[in-house]
C-alpha cells in the first residue's frame, strides 16, 4: 500500500515547561491514531480533530478535550491537512472547522489585535494584543526583517508572496503574535493561479508565551522558511519542508544546535529514506536534516543557498495536492539531481556518499566528515540490524522487517575477534526486485568503504589490522522508483559471514605459477589480497608461502 507523501508543512512540539523536546505522540495522538486504526472515526475527521486542537480545543469532540495535548511549535501541516480534508469530513466537525477557520480570526479581526508595527524596510506587519506585548512584537518584527535579508536576499530563498489586503488592512505580510494560540504557524490564504505551480500567499501566527524568549528567533526563522517554501511549492515529499526550515534555522541559532535534538529520530531509522513521511509520530523529518547538513558540507563547501535552488527547481509543472501526487514533477529529489548536476554528481550518487558519511558521527567522528559531527551524541550514529563476532563464523544474518526501504540502507557489524586465519567471505541475497550497493568498512584499518557488490553475489574483506568490519546494504530502488509513491515496505536481505582461508593463487587460475608471483610483487609492502598470512603487509613470509605452493 503506497502511503501519501505529498504534504504540507510542520509540526515540532516541545516541553514547555522544561524548555526540551517532548516526543510528538501523547495520549491524545494516541488515542486519535487507534480510534482510525479501529475505524471508529474516519481519517478525514482526525485530521479535523487534530486541528482543532490547536485552534479551537474547546471545540473538541468530549472524548477528545481531557486528553493530554502537548504545546505544538509548528502546527502548519496539522491545520492545512485539515482544511483538505474537511469537505470529506462528517458535517458536524465540518462546520465547526469552517466556522472556526474562516471566522475571522486572525485575519480581520482588529479587535483582536489592535496594535500593529510596520517594518520600515520590508513588507511585513506584526500585529499583537496589548500594549504589554510590544517588546516581544518587536523582536519578531526585527527576526522577520534578518530572516527575509538571510533567506530572501543572500541565500536566494522566494519571497514570499503578499497577500494584497486579504489578511488584515494592508498587502503587507502579516505575523500575529496571537496569546493563548499555543503554537506556531504558517496558513495559505489562496493561490496564486498566476503561476503553473503551487505557489500560494499565508500568514503566519506565533504564540509568544509559548515560542517568545529564547525560541523566538529560530521559530521565526523556521516560519519564515515556510513562507518562501510556499512561494515555490506549497506540496512536496516527505522531509523535505521541516528538514530544510530546521536545515535554515542553523543560520539564525548556530550556537544552540537545536537540529541535534530532534536529529536521533532520523538517524535511528537509516532504513526509511529521506522522502519518507511519519505523520508526524515522530521528530524524522526534522532530524532529515542530516541529509542536508551532508550535502552542505560534503558538495557545497558550507554554503546554504542549494536549497534555495532546490526549492526553485521543485516548482511543479502543473497544480495539484497531496491527493493528485502524479502532479508533483518535478519533486524534490528531481531538484537535488539538478543542484548537484553542475558538479558531476548525482543524486544516486550523492545518496550512496551520505549511507558512507552517516556512519562517521557522534563517537565515530574522524573530523574529516561532518562539521560538527564531533559534537552529536552517541544516539546520532546508525543503529546496526545486527552484530555478529569473527569467532562465532561462519553465519547467516537474516534481515526481514528491518530491512531497508526504497533509499534506505541497513547496516551489520562484524567484530573482530584476534587474529583470522583469512579473508572474511561475504555473500548477499535478497529477492526483492530493487537496485543493490553493499559495502563493507575496515574499521581502524581504512577510512574508506570498499566496494562489495551491486546485486546479489560474493567479495571478500581483508580483517587485518581491523577491530570491526561494517557491512552496509543500500536500496537504490527500481529505476521506475517515484518518491511520492514510496512504499513502506522493508526489503528482506541476507549476509552470510565467513572466513576464506587464503591461497596464494591470487588470480584463481588454479594454479600458483609467475602470474601469482608477479601479482605478490606488485603488492609489495601493502596490506593487499597477496598478504598471505594476514599479518597486514606483503613480504618475505608471503612470498615463501607462494613459493612453498608452487605449481
Known amino acids: ?40 472515526i474516519s481519517a478525514p475527521d482526525a485530521a479535523v480533530i487534530r486541528a482543532l486542537a490547536i485552534l479551537a480545543p474547546d471545540k473538541l469532540p468530549a472524548q477528545f478535550a481531557e486528553l493530554n495535548r502537548k504545546p505544538v511549535r509548528c502546527a502548519t501541516s496539522i491545520i492545512k491537512a485539515a482544511k483538505t480534508e474537511s469537505s470529506r469530513a462528517s458535517k458536524p466537525l465540518r462546520d465547526t472547522f469552517t466556522d472556526t477557520i474562516e471566522g475571522g480570526a486572525p485575519c480581520n479581526a482588529g479587535g483582536l489585535f489592535p496594535f500593529s508595527l510596520q517594518s520600515q524596510t520590508h513588507p511585513i506587519t506584526v500585529h499583537y494584543q496589548s500594549a504589554g506585548g510590544a517588546t516581544e512584537a518587536n523582536r519578531a518584527l526585527q527576526f522577520a526583517e534578518e530572516a527575509w535579508t538571510q533567506q530572501v536576499d543572500v541565500l536566494g530563498f522566494t519571497a514570499p508572496l503578499l497577500d494584497n489586503g486579504a489578511c488584515s ?34 500568514y503566519m501566527v506565533i504564540d509568544p508565551n509559548v515560542w517568545g524568549g529564547m525560541y523566538l528567533e529560530s521559530t521565526v526563522w523556521h516560519e519564515f522558511n515556510h513562507m518562501c517554501q510556499a512561494a515555490d511549492d506549497w506540496w512536496e515529499a516527505g522531509a523535505s519542508f521541516e528538514a530544510t526550515s530546521t536545515f535554515i534555522e542553523e543560520l539564525a541559532d548556530d550556537p544552540l544546535d537545536y537540529y541535534i535534538e530532534v536529529m536521533p529520530d532520523f538517524t535511528s531509522r537509516p532504513q526509511r529514506p529521506f522522502e519518507w513521511n511519519d505523520n508526524y509520530s515522530t521528530f524524522f523529518m526534522y532530524g532529515a536534516v542530516q541529509q542536508l547538513l551532508f550535502m552542505r558540507d560534503r558538495y557545497f563547501g558550507g554554503d546554504y543557498s542549494f536549497m534555495a535552488d532546490a526549492w526553485l527547481g521543485s516548482r511543479s509543472t502543473a497544480r495539484g495536492c497531496y491527493c493528485q501526487p502524479q502532479l508533483n514533477e518535478p519533486d524534490i529529489l528531481d531538484a537535488f539531481d539538478a543542484v548537484l548536476d553542475p558538479l558531476g554528481v548525482s543524486y544516486e550518487e550523492a545518496l550512496i556518499e551520505f549511507s558512507r558519511w552517516r556512519w562517521f558521527a557522534g563517537p565515530n567522528d574522524d573530523g574529516m566528515h561532518f562539521e560538527e559531527g564531533g559534537n552529536w551524541p552517541g544516539n546520532t550514529t546508525v543503529p546496526y540490524v545486527a552484530t555478529q563476532n569473527t569467532n562465532n563464523l561462519p553465519a547467516t544474518i537474516n534481515i526481514t522487517s528491518s530491512g531497508p526501504w ?62 570491526e568490519i561494517i ?28 572466513v576464506a582461508p587464503i591461497t596464494a ?12 608471483l608477479a601479482a605478490m610483487l606488485a603488492q609489495w609492502g601493502t596490506a593487499g589480497p597477496a598478504d598471505l598470512n594476514n599479518d597486514g603487509v606483503v613480504n618475505g613470509a608471503d612470498l615463501a608461502a607462494l613459493l612453498a605452493s608452487w605449481g
Not at 496569546?179 to 504558517?186: I, K, L, M, R
Not at 543500500?474 to 513502506?488: E, I, K, Q, T, Y
Request: with cysteine; hydrophobic share 50%; net charge negative.
Open 471 to 498: 557491512f552496509k546494504v543500500l536500496n537504490l530502488a527500481p529505476l521506475s522508483f517515484d518518491a511520492d509513491f514510496l512504499s513502506a515496505s522493508a526489503a528482506p536481505i541476507t549476509l552470510q559471514l565467513a
Open 169 to 202: 488592512t494592508d498587502s503587507n505580510l502579516d505575523i500575529f503574535m496571537w496569546t493563548g494560540s499555543g503554537s506556531a504557524y504558517v496558513l495559505d490564504l489562496f493561490p496564486n493561479n498566476a503561476t503553473t505551480w503551487d505557489d500560494y500567499a499565508c
Open 1 to 40: 500500500m503506497a502511503i501519501r507523501m505529498l504534504i504540507p508543512l510542520s509540526l515540532l512540539l516541545f516541553s514547555a515547561a522544561s524548555a526540551s523536546l517532548a516526543s510528538p505522540v501523547g495520549d491524545f495522538a494516541a488515542q486519535l491514531d487507534s480510534n482510525v486504526a479501529s475505524g471508529a
Open 505 to 516: 593463487d591470487l588470480n584463481g587460475d588454479g594454479v600458483v605459477n609467475g602470474a601469482d
Open 406 to 467: 526504497s533509499h534506505g540502507a541497513a547496516y551489520v557489524r562484524l567484530n573482530v575477534n584476534g587474529p583470522v586465519m583469512g579473508n572474511i567471505s561475504a555473500t548477499f541475497n535478497s529477492a526483492a526486485a530493487t537496485r543493490w550497493h553493499v559495502e563493507a568498512l575496515r574499521v581502524g584499518a581504512a577510512s574508506d568503504w570498499q566496494f562489495g557488490v551491486d546485486q546479489p553475489g560474493s567479495f571478500t574483506v581483508n580483517p587485518s589490522g581491523a577491530t
